[in-house]
């Protein structure tokens, strides 16, 4: 792998986070109708469905059948729930601590991947890598919490999402290179939908299939935007590129997602951002661009 490829590769993953961090407000105002199980469940299926359906008319176009295998299935099965526990401990969590500590335990992720990565895949992170991991949880640190932490009970709950992230990180790393890209991430999509609906079945009751909500012109417009952009192609794009980009660097590079969330509150909420978060934003891209550092990129492009 290039330099150059590899670097694409990082700019295609920062422009995920950036779709991701930018449609944080649309998202809270559909969760004020919507819970947010019946958001997810909605929303990685009609991805799932969308992603199925791409594959069908491709493969037939081409003629060649899809790659599916009992193994292939097990891995997005193993995908899926990592992201299912990522996404409802998240949630959970924010019912018994505070927004800014789920922001920052979350981002915790960071952290857990260049070990998880270390530990599982046995690639150790470079030097720069590393100083770009410390750089950006500090930034972390004072964005999501302007420098005041305490503890809560529901911060072990999120912490449990941070882990689920980082694991999710490290096992597409570890199978990606192994199945076909598409095929992966429609088996965990569906995963994901499917352990949102039995969940959202069992918490929000018939809430879930509240057709009068979830087909209003705006959380439509909403759920097919995030499922589509937000997580059809996110993760079609996270699942291919990761055979191109060290998890350690997809782990620093999605913590922007925060950093992008917070200046477009101050862009179109017209939230004012403090010297705390300033500095946390520029702490964090320190960290991406020193995660970037040519001489770590040269070494491992020549293994």
């Given amino acids: ?48 469905l969308f992603l199925a359906g791409w594959q069908f008319l491709f493969k037939q176009r081409k003629g060649t059948p899809a790659r599916w295998s009992p193994r292939l299935i097990v891995s997005g099965a193993i995908l899926g729930i990592f992201l299912f526990i990522g996404y409802a401990c998240q949630t959970i969590g924010l019912l018994y601590t505070s927004a800014s500590n789920t922001a920052f335990i979350t981002g915790l ?9 270390a530990l599982l895949l046995k690639k150790a992170p470079s ?38 992230f980082a694991l999710h990180i490290i096992f597409t790393a570890k199978v990606t290179e192994q199945f076909d890209s598409l095929s992966l991430t429609i088996a965990q999509l569906t995963v994901v939908s499917v352990l949102s609906f039995l969940t959202g079945l069992l918490f929000d009751g018939r809430k879930i299939f509240d057709w009068q909500t979830v087909a209003a012109p705006d959380v439509t417009a909403v759920i097919l935007f995030m499922a589509l952009f937000a997580t059809a192609f996110a993760f079609l794009l996270q699942t291919a590129l990761q055979k191109k980009t060290p998890a350690t660097h997809v782990g620093i590079i999605f ?36 995660a970037e550092w040519p001489a770590g990129r040269t070494r491992r492009s020549r293994s």
Avoid at 23 to 44: E, H, K, S, Y
Avoid at 136 to 160: E, R
Avoid at 265 to 290: D, N, P, R, Y
Wanted: net charge negative.
């Fill in 1 to 48: 792998m290039t330099l150059k490829q590899a670097l694409t590769a990082d700019t295609i993953l920062l422009g995920i986070t950036f779709v991701w961090g930018t449609t944080f407000i649309i998202v809270q105002n559909v969760l004020d109708q919507l819970t947010p199980l019946t958001f997810n469940a909605w929303r990685f299926l009609i991805a799932a």
């Fill in 109 to 117: 992720s960071v952290v857990i991947v260049p070990i998880l990565s």
């Fill in 127 to 164: 030097v720069p890598a590393i100083i770009g991991v410390i750089s950006a949880t500090i930034g972390l640190y004072f964005l999501t919490t302007k420098g005041a932490f305490s503890l809560n009970k529901g911060d072990m709950i999120v912490l449990i999402c941070a882990a689920s």
């Fill in 255 to 290: 913590i922007m997602e925060p950093v992008f969330a917070a200046w477009t509150s101050f862009f179109f909420q017209h939230v004012q951002l403090g010297e705390s978060e300033i500095t946390g934003c520029v702490l964090i891209l320190a960290g991406m661009l020193l």
